[in-house]
């Protein structure tokens, strides 16, 4: 980190990180999400208010941030160091909202910009005692030596959650981390949570046990020192401050701060002790990088493997959906109920039909003869396959939507899409019209099919003896027929229908010709059908597009994490 070439190669690397850090979106709400947006979060304030504005500026003024438990004595301290009230002390807790930086007037241009701490207005003039949010007010002091300022916190363990925020950011914005407790709070939880992020970070931390009464010295400086040790801090100074009155100006007594400001001061006027406490936490913070990162790419892996999996959820439902349609359109399901009503109709207006199932063999002329009074009406038969075919691929529309929103309830990061769009839990609500027009596409490509495939003179004349339709609908049960899901009677009645309009289909065209005018029926239908639920499906696709993370951000993050790395190596 000591030549320029260094210096410039690592902030470029930071930089680069940091981009991706800002980029990375983690849209869907999974388990890892608000952790990790969390961290996203703190990382960026960090890169933004410490670690680039350090690495760009090494001979900036080193910050010192005062940061313990609300009351422990924080703006008592400060104020008593540097003489001055420069920060509001109080009764009431918390007392200080917003952070109060105190700094030698030379120092002034380092902190009144926004070269650290960017997010901060910068405030100057006397604390009124007016809460103001996302501001640092900035204190200037001659008993500070140019060469350090102090960062008086709000408390780490707040009630009030701006303040446990602002505290944090604060003291990841910090080159060393005056943490202030008591002999009753020295062993809370949240300030040695923080103290373990520091240890972890390799910042530069010193303590300052205040208000200890003078006989309890002896007992709690070793065991917060066993604790420290512990903790990851074996070389945190120790600086303890005994319990007191204070004078009328609410300042503790000079001699009670004497040892903490001497330290202060010599470590403000050695440029060399000075940038070693700036170098080990610059150097924590800037190893610690690639490691925080690695949460965000954990987290972008789930965003990714969620997204997977709500998509698989859509395509099993409709891919089910389609098999259904198509054992639908085989397994005799189309020939039930109301088509076979229509068809015994049909069949019971043409005589013919009696004559042509026990004379086969001389079917033609009989037909001939049969229909001398004209073609039976035909109009009920195609309505209710008509009906019987959209009823089909609406059922399974209808069923492949509750299938994904079922399956999108239990799937990770599922629900708050589907309550972005309520609208997915039905097909779409034009979904029936257009099922009609499908079918009646569908019935005029079939009637098409006939014509074309009856183009020779005789056969022509034979479709016209039965009339287009009703050969197109002998078509349809030809090829909707099977025998397979049928129970009972329905066998050899549904069996016999198509039984029937298959042999007179064959008469007219021959056997090989009705086989492949059944299957190209069948297979235009399943297309058009694949055509309509691809668009079904695209609901939901486009509402996962909507909170999907781009693909190769887990990627890119690794990828400027390791280039960091061996910068730093
Ligand atoms: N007697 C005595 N009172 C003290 C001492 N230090 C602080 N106090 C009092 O304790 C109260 C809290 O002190 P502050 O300096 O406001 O504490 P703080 O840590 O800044 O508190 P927050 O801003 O709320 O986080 C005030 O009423 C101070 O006057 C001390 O050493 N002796
Ligand atoms: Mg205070």
Redesign the pocket.
Known sequence: MSADGDVEALVSAVEGLRDEVERAVLPLEVASRAPAETSRRQLLQQLDDYVLPRLRAIDAPLLAVVG????????????SVVGARV???????????SPVLVHHPADRHWFADTRILPSLARVTGQDTGESQPGTVRLAESTALPPGMALL????ID?VVSA?RAIATQLLSAADLWLF?TTAARYADAVPWDLLRTAADRGTAVAIVL??IPPDAVAEIRPHLAAMLREQGLPTAPIFT??????DAE?H?PPE?VERLRAWLQALAGDARARSIVVGQTLRGAVDSLSGRTSELVVASRDQHDAAVSLRRAVDESFDEARRRVSDGMTDGTLLRGEVLARWQEFVGTGEFFRQIETTISRWRDKITAAVKGGPPPAEGLGEALQTGVAALLLSNAETASSETTRAWRRLPGGVPVLARHPELAKPSPGLSPQVERLVRAWQGEVFELVRTEGQGRRTNARVAAYGLNAIGLFLMLVAFSSTGGLVGAEIGIAGGTALLAQRVLEAIFGDQAVREMAAKARVRLLELADELYASERARYAGALDEVAAPPDQAQRLTASASRLRAVVR
């Open positions: 313990g438990s609300t009351g422990a004595g924080k703006s008592t301290l400060v104020n920060s509001r002390s109080g009764v009431l807790r918390p007392t200080t909202t008086d916190a709000p408390d707040s303040n202030v205040d208000r401050v005994p319990e007191t009155t204070l609410g503790l009670a």
